[in-house]
């Protein structure tokens, strides 16, 4: 194997057959078309499969660390660790697919729609506001309330709902 110590530069491509061992940094050039770590492009076969990590500048000093591995919506960056972390903001774009817990410690937005199946539980003081809020989509779904009510329940039109019905009477 390749084993460097101190420092080596390479202004070309350079191909290690073998393990490369460094004692010290490994320091790709920044920018976002051709410095960073790129893979080979298309290793099974086919076209278009690429993969790389670029460290650049979007915009004054505004930089990012791309991690892309790109091309069929099946191609995708596997993190094999017990926990991820992000400190500060996470954006996700795209449908995102979780196979165990997902923990938020802060305020979490979320602009677009939100899709959950299976048992939700909250935690806590739950507000909606705005809109409608609509329950159940059959007359087979139940409501069930173990909490006293604490509030009026006041209609929106007077005198057009009724509480029950004549098969199902409260």
Do not use: C, H
């Not at 050039?29 to 960073?36: F, L, R």
């Not at 993969?51 to 004054?60: L, M, N, Q, R």
């Not at 069930?144 to 409260?170: C, E, H, K, M, Y």
Request: proline content about 2%.
């Amino acid at each position: 194997g390749l084993y460097v110590n101190d420092t080596a530069d390479f202004d070309g491509l350079a191909t290690f057959n073998a393990q490369a061992t460094f004692n010290s940094v490994i320091q790709p050039s920044v920018g976002n078309m051709t410095a960073g770590i790129i893979w080979p492009t298309d290793p099974g076969g086919g076209s278009g499969d690429v993969a790389y990590i670029k460290y650049y500048v979007e915009s004054g000093e505004n930089t990012r660390l791309e991690i892309s591995n790109q091309n069929d919506n099946d191609d995708d960056i596997y993190l094999n660790t017990a926990e991820v972390n992000v400190s500060n903001r996470l954006n996700v774009t795209g449908v995102t697919s979780l196979s165990s817990n997902l923990t938020v410690g802060a305020a979490t937005s979320i602009t677009g729609n939100l899709y959950v199946g299976g048992q939700s539980e909250f935690v806590g003081v739950v507000t909606f506001r705005g809109g409608t809020i609509n329950l159940g989509d059959s007359n087979t779904d139940n409501l069930v309330l173990t909490a006293d009510v604490n509030s009026d329940i006041i209609p929106n039109t007077t005198s057009t709902f009724n509480l029950g019905s004549s098969a199902q009477r409260w």
